[in-house]
């Protein structure tokens, strides 16, 4: 199974991006999907997790700010952010908690994308 973010770039201060993850490759079950952030010299930082069944949840320096959604059907989680700000200039994770069917067995693990780049810069 693999992950590919798009949608990341340069926007201005106060601006819109839509970011999008896919999953390729055999899946069962989605149990979670979400975004996630690292700035240099820091731990990686929840932006959003949208779990099945679960109550989503957004980091605080973008609650208010974000709206993460997933269909579950195309494998693909999206992440909108809003009111853009410098600070949010960072590599932005797509991370899916999946499940696989082996054999008889149900297998899940955490996989994640490569990462996309956004930019917020007058």
């Known amino acids: 199974v693999q992950l590919q973010a798009f949608g990341g770039g340069l926007v201005q201060p106060g601006g819109f991006l839509r970011l999008s993850c896919t999953a390729s490759g055999s899946i069962f079950k989605i149990s979670a999907a979400g975004w996630y952030r690292q700035f240099p010299g820091k731990q990686q930082e929840l932006v959003a997790e949208l779990p099945s069944g679960s109550k989503t949840v957004y980091g605080d320096s973008v609650k208010g700010r974000c709206t993460i959604s997933r269909d579950d059907s195309k494998k693909l989680v999206y992440l909108e952010m809003d009111n853009l700000k410098p600070e949010d200039t960072v590599v932005y994770y797509c991370?899916?908690?999946?499940?696989?069917?082996?054999?008889?067995?149900?297998?899940?693990?955490?996989?994640w994308g490569q990462g996309t780049e956004v930019t917020v810069s007058s």
């Open positions: 991370h899916f908690l999946l499940q696989t069917l082996q054999g008889d067995f149900v297998h899940e693990f955490h996989t």
